[in-house]
């Protein structure tokens, strides 16, 4: 009998369809699915699919691998991705049947695809290095896996992108018996090239980590694994720098060390109107309806003098050169408004903006707002909520020509948590939401730009 795992976070759209796929594989009677805190409705898909769903003790692939190990009834397991569609239907089958008949007691799925930028210059030539004995593995960092739950129990499961290799040499310094199966073709997600150093990096730690005792693990070996990582690291920011990409700044408490509104209610006299309006009104339109009313009657000139009056974070500058010296097209995206964006997309001579657009007659604001609908659901919308930002990041992205995986933003609140998730790379730079701090591949908690150009170095 067979259980699959299958680790998930935030795949509404794609967890039900795995379940149902593994359901209907034969000898399977178990199939869990270890959500990692999952803020969508990747749980109540999967039990409706008619999954057991546990939630994750920690963040991360290594830990929901181990929690879903420990839960599992049977002896024989598989772990397949939540958010690939492209499975054989037989992928169980194929995966299992080498243990089924006794012939391995691990096995690792390869399947076509492009070749992996991090297996072909990083994790290949370690293993050659370290462990002249492994065996020859077409994608030994494929995540696609079946084993026997007694072998796997003494898996130390790594945590970040190191979590497939460490298991692949756990097993083979177990003494496991290890096969590598075709499963054809298979559509996955490729990792950003900004991505792809962190993703070395964590990748070559486990091999050395798991080596660490070894003899040809010295100082010679050290050196020699160093040119490899920074041979890699030169070739990502050759090619990153010929892409293009776009780079999202969001404006308050990001680009500024205030918010708008805010200072502009300290200013104007109607801070208690606005607390009331925040802490009572849940509906984002209606909410942004009323905060525009309250600034009826100001001249254009009072706002932007209220908008200069707010500190800018340090740094701004640098990280902007910084990102278009890498090829980056740099903007705003803000829930403010496009007067006070458009004043910042000027003074640091950025290459757009997208806001609320604040209505003026005669230099006045009138009291009215327009909410664009590039923050509305569209067709190629990837979330759900009915205005968010993650919709003006796929609206500016068609409009450069820009894959997503190409982006990178940087925000601070709930507002911005989609669109950090989504992006290629997200940073969560001082914020004060949890969850914000979740989702982001770095967490940034000093007021200062400068530390997130040392991550792009």
Request: aromatic residues 8%; charged residues 20%; glycine residues 6%.
């Amino acid at each position: 009998m067979i259980t699959v795992i299958i680790p998930a976070l935030n795949e509404e759209k794609t967890v039900a369809w795995v379940v149902h796929l593994a359901k209907n594989s034969p000898h399977v009677t178990e199939v869990i699915v270890v959500d990692d805190k999952s803020m969508d409705n990747t749980v109540a898909a999967a039990r409706q699919a008619g999954a057991t769903v546990i939630t994750s003790t920690k963040l991360g692939k290594g830990a929901s691998m181990k929690d879903g190990l420990l839960y599992a009834k049977n002896e024989c397991l598989v772990f397949v991705d939540a958010d690939i569609t492209t499975y054989p239907q037989d992928i169980v089958a194929l995966l299992t049947k080498p243990i089924i008949e006794q012939q391995a007691d691990f096995v690792k799925a390869y399947f076509s695809r492009q070749a992996g930028r991090v297996t072909e210059l990083v994790a290949k030539p370690l293993l050659s290095i370290l462990y002249p004995d492994f065996p020859q593995f077409v994608q030994p960092l494929s995540g696609m896996i079946a084993g026997k739950k007694s072998f796997l129990g003494n898996v130390d499961f790594e945590e970040g992108y190191g979590v497939d290799i460490g298991i692949l040499i756990d097993m083979y310094q177990l003494g496991a018996r290890i096969k590598e199966v075709d499963i054809g073709h298979i559509e996955n997600k490729m990792q950003a090239l900004e991505q792809l150093g962190k993703m070395s990096r964590e990748v070559a730690g486990v091999i050395l980590k798991k080596s660490r005792n070894k003899p040809a693990n010295n100082f010679e070996t050290l050196e020699y694994i160093q040119v490899i990582r920074e041979q890699m690291e030169f070739a990502i920011r050759e090619k990153s720098t010929a892409l293009k990409k776009v780079a999202i700044i969001d404006m308050d408490n990001t680009l500024l060390r205030g918010s708008f509104i805010t200072t502009a209610a300290d200013r104007f006299g109607f801070k208690k109107e606005l607390i009331d309006i925040v802490t009572t009104q849940t509906n984002a339109f209606i909410r942004t309806k009323q905060l525009a009313a309250l600034l009826k009657g100001q001249p254009i000139s009072n706002l932007l003098q209220v908008a200069d009056a707010i500190p800018v974070t340090p740094g701004i500058e640098a990280l902007i050169a910084a990102l278009k010296e890498r090829g980056f097209i740099v903007g705003i995206i803000s829930d403010s408004y496009d007067c006070i964006t458009n004043h910042y997309k000027n003074k640091y001579q950025l290459d757009f903006t997208l806001a609320n657009e604040l209505e003026f007659s005669k230099s006045m604001v009138t009291g009215e707002v327009k909410i664009p609908s590039f923050f509305l659901p569209h067709g190629t919308s990837i979330c759900q909520h009915d205005y968010c930002k993650s919709n003006a990041l796929v609206h500016i992205c068609r409009h450069y020509n820009i894959s997503i995986a190409d982006t990178i933003t940087i925000g601070d609140g709930e507002n911005d948590i989609c669109m950090v998730k989504k992006s290629g790379i997200g940073f969560s730079f001082c914020a004060t939401n949890t969850m914000l701090d979740l989702v982001a591949d770095f967490v940034i908690k000093t007021p200062d730009f400068t530390e997130v150009i040392r991550y792009l170095n």
